[in-house]
C-alpha cells in the first residue's frame, strides 16, 4: 500500500527500521516498536530509554492525521496476577493503561482525540510463532508487552 511505503520511508529517513515494524493487515496499517522492553511487565509505564524511539514513531504518524483514524492496541504477556497484582486487577485493565500511555502521547504531538480509540487485549492477540523464533521465554514474553498503532 501506498501509505505503508511512505511510512516505511520516514521511519528510515529517521533511522528507526530496526525498531519499529509495519504491517499491513486486513484491519489496517499496524505499526509497532519491534523491542521487547517498551513496558516491564505488570506495569503500564514506557520505559525511559524508550521514550524517544515511541516520540519518533509516532512523530511519523502525524502527517496523516487529517485523512486517517488511529487505533492504539494494549497487549498484554500471558502472566496472570496474583492476589491482584499491585495496581491492576486483571491483564485487562493492563493493556488498555498501556494503550492509554501511548494515546497521550499521540495526542501530545497533535494528533487530534477524535480520531483515535484506545482497545485493551489483554493477552488474546499473541504475536505469531514465527516471529518469536530464537528468543528465550523471558524475551517472548517480552515481546509480547506492547503497543500496537493501527491507522485505518
Not at 495496581?87 to 477524535?114: F, M, P
Amino acid at each position: 500500500s501506498s501509505i505503508q511505503k511512505e511510512i516505511d520511508k520516514r521511519i528510515v529517513a529517521e533511522g528507526l527500521e530496526t525498531m519499529v515494524r509495519t504491517d499491513l493487515t486486513d484491519d489496517g496499517l499496524e505499526l509497532s516498536l519491534n523491542s521487547g522492553i517498551v513496558f516491564d511487565s505488570g506495569k503500564s509505564a514506557v520505559r525511559p530509554e524508550i521514550e524517544n524511539t515511541l516520540a519518533a514513531m509516532l512523530q511519523t504518524l502525524v502527517p496523516y492525521a487529517e485523512k486517517y483514524d488511529f487505533a492504539i492496541e494494549g497487549h498484554t504477556d500471558i502472566k496472570r496476577f496474583v492476589n491482584g497484582g499491585g495496581s491492576y486487577r486483571s491483564n485487562w485493565e493492563l493493556s488498555t493503561e498501556r494503550a492509554n500511555a501511548v494515546r497521550s502521547r499521540l495526542e501530545k504531538e497533535g494528533i487530534d482525540r477524535s480520531r483515535i480509540r484506545v482497545e485493551g487485549y489483554a493477552d488474546t492477540k499473541p504475536i505469531p510463532k514465527e516471529r518469536l523464533i530464537g528468543l528465550s521465554s523471558e524475551e517472548r514474553l517480552a515481546r509480547h508487552r506492547r503497543v500496537v498503532v493501527r491507522i485505518y
